[in-house]
């Protein structure tokens, strides 16, 4: 495999360079046709590794692309999810060159250059090494493992219509267990293996005051002005120690025990060198946690977005009427994310003083999830990066949430094995995304060696 890689690395950069051309921002409807060009890419590339069916499967939003390589009844069956739907690039001018035309250049981390593009890393990259692992397996007459592909395009705008097929086609999605790179390892030097994800609560707050915006002279001192009173709200939803003070918030989360907080710290973390990439003085968080474990294992909330009034040019003396803020909790097992949504919205309408009106409304959620590390599936990934990296991976929980994951679970009974190979400094979301040649190749030689292992410790 690794000569396979090696001979044809500059197609693969230059394929993937191709993917990350196309601009699929699933959230904006502008860009619905190029969604679907992205998911029409992926199938054809599908079809072009050895997929002998490939299928673009029709959604009341962006379509699922599907496609199979079934070598015999008697061997395992790999279920690959992702997505090739990307977040907005927004804001473009932060971008050191534009988000959907790709360029190779070295970083700090990345010596050997990484490709800059929205959707590098999250998770066209990621996507891409998967297909490039079939490429490669099957040329080489090596697969030795049933191969399915799920990879939708709206992972970024919560897989509401990709809940509604996997509920639909689960015969057709039997597998023995799910792969997913979607996720981070610690470092280049250190490899990492998710065994958890946090979930999510995610809602938009509108604080209204006066029936209309007034003169802030006139009317001010004597008016609550709803900014000042979103801000009073949001402040009070943490105290001192960075605890959030909803009522209950915290009744289902389990606590780790020290046995299991030490074996988590068993990964080097370098407060210093997180605080010098972020430009940041110091870091802040909930008392008692240590940055990677207020980062995976305890729940957050966060302001993601606030607005009202007057942001344009100049000074405009104006005392609003209204004010908004969106704001997501990150939940972990076992916070159930509707349940948090209503203790968020109870309590947010009850502190609200009499000056003002708070519709609270809710957005997606997501459950939180922890996979098993002693299953086959995450054993031949640990194996699968052992003989990739030349060093066993540490398991670790991620921060981030992909909601669909506790679905599987639920509706086909299937763990998922979190084998992702960006870092977090990848800046996904962010301006200036992009992805390690190196996390590229390696991936496709780990992906491939995970079927290997898959296969020999399953039939066992
Ligand atoms: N790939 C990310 C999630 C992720 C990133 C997990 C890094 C672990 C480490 C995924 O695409 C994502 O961005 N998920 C969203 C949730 C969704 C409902 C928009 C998130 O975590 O904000
Ligand atoms: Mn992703
Ligand atoms: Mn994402």
């Known amino acids: 495999m690794q000569s396979y890689i090696n001979q044809h690395k500059d197609r693969f950069i230059a394929e993937l360079s191709d993917l990350l051309r196309i601009p699929s921002v699933s959230a904006d409807s502008r860009h619905k046709e190029d969604v679907r060009r992205a998911a029409e890419f992926i199938r054809g590339k ?7 069916h490939t299928e673009l499967c029709e959604t009341a939003g962006h379509p699922i692309v599907y496609g199979e390589k079934m070598i015999g009844p008697d061997r395992p069956t790999v279920l690959v999810y992702g997505h090739y739907d990307v977040q907005p690039a927004d804001p473009v001018n932060l971008w050191e060159t534009p988000p959907f035309e790709p360029v190779i250049r070295q970083t700090r981390l990345h010596p050997d250059g990484a ?11 990621q996507v891409y090494a998967h297909i490039k692992a079939l490429e490669g397996l099957v040329a080489a007459g090596n697969l030795s493992c049933n191969v399915k592909f799920m990879i939708e395009g709206e992972e970024e705008v919560g897989s509401d219509n990709l809940g509604i097929f996997v509920r639909e086609n689960k015969e057709k999605l039997k597998a023995d267990v799910i792969l997913i790179s979607d996720t981070s390892i610690l470092s280049n030097d250190t490899p990492s293996l998710e065994s958890g994800l946090r979930g999510l609560s995610y809602v938009e707050v509108e604080v209204t005051g006066p029936n209309r915006d007034l003169h802030s002279g006139v009317y001010g001192g004597g008016v609550a002005n709803p900014i000042n009173v979103l801000c009073e709200m949001i402040a009070s939803l943490k105290d001192a120690d960075g605890h959030i003070t909803i009522p209950g918030f915290y009744d289902e989360v389990v606590e780790l025990s020290r046995a ?32 990677p474990e ?7 909330l ?17 005392l609003p009427s209204k004010a908004c803020a969106k704001i997501s909790m990150r939940l972990v097992p076992q916070q159930h994310p509707d349940q948090i949504t209503e203790l968020f919205k109870n309590h947010f309408q009850s502190i609200a003083p009499a000056t003002v009106k708070v519709v609270v409304k809710p957005h997606h959620g997501g459950h939180p999830v922890v996979t098993p590390t002693d299953s086959v599936g995450f054993r031949a990934a640990s194996q699968a990066f052992e003989e990739a990296w030349g060093k066993k991976p540490i398991p670790t929980r991620g921060g981030g949430s992909i909601p669909i ?7 086909l009974g299937l763990k998922s094995v979190l084998m992702g190979f960006g870092l977090d400094s990848d800046a996904i979301h962010s301006p200036n995304e992009h992805f390690g040649i190196f996390n590229y190749l390696k991936g496709i030689e780990t992906i491939a060696l995970f079927y290997k292992h898959f296969a020999d410790l399953q039939v066992k």
Do not use: H, M
């Open 46 to 52: 599908l079809r072009q590794a050895g997929a002998d």
């Open 115 to 125: 490709i800059f593009a929205r959707g590098a890393c999250d998770d066209k990259g």
């Open 260 to 291: 299991e907080r030490d074996e988590l710290a068993k990964a080097s973390f370098d407060q210093e060198a997180y605080n010098q990439d972020l430009e940041i003085g110091d870091v802040a968080g909930e008392k008692g946690y240590t940055t």
């Open 294 to 300: 207020r980062t995976s294992i305890r729940p957050t």
């Open 302 to 318: 966060d302001v993601n977005g606030i607005w009202g009034g007057y942001t344009g040019e100049g000074a405009k003396t104006v």
């Open 405 to 411: 994951v506790a679905l599987f679970e639920k509706e």
